[in-house]
C-alpha cells in the first residue's frame, strides 16, 4: 500500500514523484506559504500594492515549481502536499480579504468553500485507500490560475478611472472561468479517485 500513491500518479500520466525534500520545486511552495499571512495582513489593510505584489508573485511560483519539478524531474509527495495546500491558502485569504472589503459578493465566497469541502470529503475517502495526495490535473490547474489571475484584476477594478474600468470586466471573466473550472476539477478528482478504488478492489489501509 505504500506505493500506490505514486502509481495512481503514473495512472493519470503524471511522473512518479519522490520522496526529495529539498528542491527548488518545494522552496518556491513553501516561499508562496510565508507569504499568505502577509498578503491577508496586506488586503485587509488596504495595502493594494503590496498585495497586488504578492499576488502576481504567487501566480509566477506556482507556475514555475510545476514547471520546473516536471521538466527536471523533480516532482515530490512534499511538492505535491505543499503546492494545492498554497494554492487554496491564497484563494482562501484572497476571498475572506475581497469579501470583507464588498470587491465580491459573500455568495461566491460560499461557492468557492463548498468546492473546499468537497475536496476535503474527497481527500478523506483517498487516505482511507491508502492515498496520500492525488495528483494535480491540468483543469485543477487551470482553475487556479483563473482565480490567481482573477483576483488582483478585481483589486486593482476596485476603484475608479480607466485602469479600474479595464480590469473589472477582465477580472470578473476570470473569477467566473476559474469558478466553474474549480467545480469540474473538483469532480473530476472524485471520479478519477472512484475509478482508481473500482480498479484495485477497494482496499484500504
Known amino acids: 500500500m505504500a506505493d500506490r500513491a505514486?502509481?495512481?500518479?503514473?495512472?493519470?500520466?503524471?511522473?512518479?514523484?519522490?520522496?526529495?525534500?529539498?528542491?527548488?520545486?518545494?522552496?518556491?511552495?513553501?516561499?508562496r506559504l510565508v507569504g499568505v499571512p502577509v498578503f491577508l495582513w496586506a488586503i485587509l489593510a488596504h495595502h493594494d500594492g503590496l498585495a497586488l505584489v504578492l499576488l502576481m508573485a504567487s501566480g509566477i511560483t506556482d507556475y514555475l515549481d510545476g514547471k520546473i519539478a516536471r521538466q527536471y524531474g523533480l516532482v515530490s509527495r512534499l511538492g505535491q502536499l505543499l503546492d494545492p495546500i498554497a494554492d487554496r491558502l491564497y484563494i482562501v485569504s484572497t476571498l475572506i480579504g475581497l469579501a470583507v472589503r464588498d470587491v465580491i459578493p459573500w455568495w461566491l465566497v460560499v461557492v468557492?468553500?463548498?468546492?473546499?469541502?468537497?475536496?476535503?470529503?474527497?481527500?478523506?475517502?483517498?487516505?482511507?485507500h491508502g492515498l496520500t495526495a492525488l495528483p494535480v490535473h491540468f483543469i485543477g490547474k487551470a482553475a487556479t490560475f483563473n482565480l490567481l489571475y482573477a483576483f488582483p484584476l478585481l483589486l486593482l477594478g476596485d476603484g475608479d478611472g480607466t485602469a479600474a474600468s479595464v480590469a473589472r470586466p477582465i477580472g470578473w471573466g476570470f473569477a467566473w472561468w476559474g469558478t466553474a473550472l474549480y467545480w469540474v476539477a473538483g469532480i473530476l478528482y472524485?471520479?478519477?479517485?472512484?475509478?482508481?478504488?473500482?480498479?484495485?478492489?477497494g482496499d484500504r489501509r
Open 112 to 128: 468557492l468553500f463548498a468546492r473546499e469541502a468537497w475536496m476535503g470529503v474527497v481527500q478523506l475517502i483517498a487516505r482511507r
Open 6 to 31: 505514486p502509481e495512481i500518479a503514473a495512472e493519470a500520466d503524471e511522473p512518479v514523484a519522490s520522496d526529495r525534500v529539498l528542491t527548488v520545486p518545494n522552496a518556491l511552495s513553501s516561499l
Open 190 to 201: 472524485a471520479v478519477q479517485l472512484r475509478q482508481w478504488v473500482a480498479r484495485h478492489g
